[in-house]
């Protein structure tokens, strides 16, 4: 029986290189340690900020166990009129899919403060009166998201079982209406869909090339780390040697998405995650209030150590510490 | 003429013995000894590293046939083409062979996520496991009428799961040119490069110091060829390789034609 190979999230986070931001933040020198936010902060923080944005993994839950306190938390906010949304970058569930999610783990949420970026896809071709077809790698989020959008596809799931055989001349027609391929992450991925969606983007006239996220590995179970869109975006890259437009974090146009649908400031929108290099950096370069939470990935260490470059506005070990100063925020608000 | 002559393939999915075949059966003289292919590159680099473990496969069976006549012991290849996760357990799960030392990429048709996430699983696991790579063309003429995406499509795919970076051994690389001097004992400025490909040929001749011809018989246009665009320039190009025969009656007396 062979030895079982496993590895605990976050266990690896010290032990390989961490791909390098994209934009660094200039940053001045931080005393060490960071501290976790005092009271006098977190009523700072809930009189300053309108909207939480809140990563999800290590945030909300952690695996598939919400983090207790969490929806008193969310509760207190609502409370106080403040906005929540809920940001993931994994792709296979449309918002109204991943709302089960919240559900079955007890969260009250509206579909609508679930911000996926199989949603943020479809909310980037509308903003660019995209009247073309999509060719899709990916699951079935996707499609229900462009459904909602009126936008036309094709691929996604039904292209799972499709084969090349590459007999002599064979030849793969391709619809020329394509005007865009949108790839997310896609555990059906396979040679014919590669190539179909390689001709679009070569052969169809400025055709996009959209993804709705480029992460590494995904955390679909705890028990070990899965390749994660990264892989699929990848092998596009590689056939067509063209880079993608990215919509999902870190880029910006989803936190630009949501501040115009608010008419808020960026410094009025709290981004909240457990990540310094994706949730914290993509805050900060959005010109967002940041929080990290300890609840998840990043531990204290990783935080005070002289390498870290990137300075949180808050430290909370975890999303619920806010609860200590429900009464006195209740009051001044 | 005496003149030796090899034939150099890209292409990880023939073994060169069934290159050689094909040759022949187009009429060209050519022995296994004759032909290098990226996969045979792959298998003869683990070789000079005395590499004792496994290699897991992203790639068809003339990798796996190189592998093996290596003597290398392989995991994957096309025996992974059918696989699938269990996406239907609770708790989806997959083991890896702790013994594999190097996951080796070729052009792979049935490439599928189990085969992605094995070889990340490998990579991620162990630093130490190599991250070898056949080729990394973006794309090839694997049918007469189309170009179809190319292994490159497959190594950039495991580049993006697990971050990191692999040897490559075709062309452009030096291996395969270093390894027929030394084999043959032939001096490097006595080498000539003849393709089709500026990306691929004509920068692997430039870069490791062998004169280059471009043909205009494959995927490269004399107007993509002659562009300002253009920054691989071949010492020579020519319409065809048939071209060399416009010289023959020029040749003295004293060379022998066989």
Redesign the interface.
């Given at each position: 029986m062979?030895?079982?190979?496993r590895?605990l999230p976050g266990a690896?986070a010290g032990?390989?290189?961490v791909?390098p931001a994209r934009r660094m933040v200039a940053c001045t020198a931080t005393a060490r340690p960071i501290p976790r936010a005092t009271n006098e902060q977190k009523l700072d923080l809930l009189k300053r900020v309108e909207c939480f944005i809140f990563d999800c993994d290590g945030v909300i839950w952690l695996g598939d166990k919400v983090i207790d306190g969490v929806p008193e938390t969310l509760d207190m906010l609502r409370g106080m009129g403040k906005k929540v949304f809920f940001v993931t970058n994994n792709s296979t569930k449309s918002r109204a899919g991943y709302m089960s999610k919240f559900q079955s783990l007890g969260l009250d949420v509206k579909a609508e403060e679930i911000y996926s970026s199989s949603y943020a896809a479809a909310a980037y071709l509308e903003s660019i009166n995209f009247n073309k077809k999509v060719y899709v790698i990916g699951e079935t989020g996707i499609l229900e998201e462009l459904d909602l959008k009126g936008i036309r596809h094709l691929g996604g799931p039904g292209d799972a079982d499709k084969r090349?055989t590459?007999?002599?001349?064979?030849?793969?027609e391709h619809d020329h209406d394509v005007g865009a391929v949108v790839v997310g992450f896609?555990?059906?991925?396979?040679?014919y869909k590669?190539?179909y969606a390689?001709l679009c983007i070569r052969e169809n006239p400025g055709c996009l090339f959209i993804a709705t996220n480029?992460d590494?590995?995904t955390h679909?179970?705890d028990?070990?780390?899965?390749?994660?869109n990264?892989?699929?975006?990848?092998?596009?890259?590689?056939?067509?040697?063209r880079e993608p437009t990215v919509v999902g974090k870190p880029s910006d146009f989803m936190l630009k998405n949501i501040s115009a649908s608010l008419g808020l400031r960026p410094d009025q929108i709290c981004m909240v995650g457990d990540r310094l290099d994706t949730d914290i950096m993509f805050g900060k370069n959005g010109g967002l209030t940041t929080s990290l939470v300890l609840s998840g990935v990043t531990t204290e260490e990783v935080l005070n150590s002289p390498d870290n470059k990137v300075i949180p506005d808050y430290v909370l070990a975890k999303l619920p510490d806010l609860l200590t100063v429900k009464e006195m925020a209740m009051v001044a608000a | 003429m005496q003149k030796k002559v090899f034939f150099v393939t890209n292409n990880a999915t023939k073994s060169r013995a069934a290159n050689a075949a094909k040759l022949t059966a187009l009429g060209i003289t050519a022995t296994a000894a004759d032909v290098y292919t990226s996969s045979f590159a792959a298998a003869a680099y683990l070789k000079t590293t005395s590499f004792s473990k496994k290699a897991y496969v992203v790639g068809e069976q003339g990798l796996v046939d190189e592998l093996t006549a290596a003597g290398i012991a392989c995991v994957g290849g096309p025996e992974h083409a059918g696989k699938e996760v269990d996406w239907s357990n609770p708790e989806p799960h997959m083991e890896v062979d702790p013994e594999v030392g190097a996951v080796v990429v070729g052009l792979d048709r049935n490439i599928n996520y189990f085969k992605l996430q094995y070889a990340t699983t490998c990579l991620i696991n162990g630093s130490s496991c190599m991250f070898i790579a056949c080729n990394t063309d973006s794309r090839g003429h694997f049918s007469s009428s189309q170009e179809w995406a190319g292994a490159g499509t497959m190594v950039a795919a495991i580049i993006g799961s697990s971050e990191r970076e692999p040897m490559l051994l075709g062309k452009p690389a030096s291996f395969i040119l270093d390894h027929l001097c030394a084999t043959h004992q032939i001096p490097r400025e006595k080498c000539i490069v003849i393709g089709d490909r500026l990306d691929t040929d004509i920068l692997w001749g430039n870069q490791n110091n062998a004169g280059t011809c471009c043909v205009l018989t494959g995927v490269t246009s004399e107007a993509q060829l002659l562009s300002p665009d253009n920054k691989v320039q071949p010492k020579l190009y020519m319409d065809s390789l048939a071209e060399f025969l416009t010289v023959k009656p020029l040749l003295p007396a004293s060379c022998v034609i066989m």
């Open positions: 062979q030895a079982l190979q590895s690896r032990a390989r290189p791909r090349v590459l007999k002599s001349g064979e030849y793969m896609d555990r059906y991925i396979n040679y590669i190539q390689t480029r590494a590995v679909l179970t028990a070990q780390e899965w390749a994660g990264g892989s699929m975006v990848g092998a596009i890259v590689g056939s067509t040697k | -």
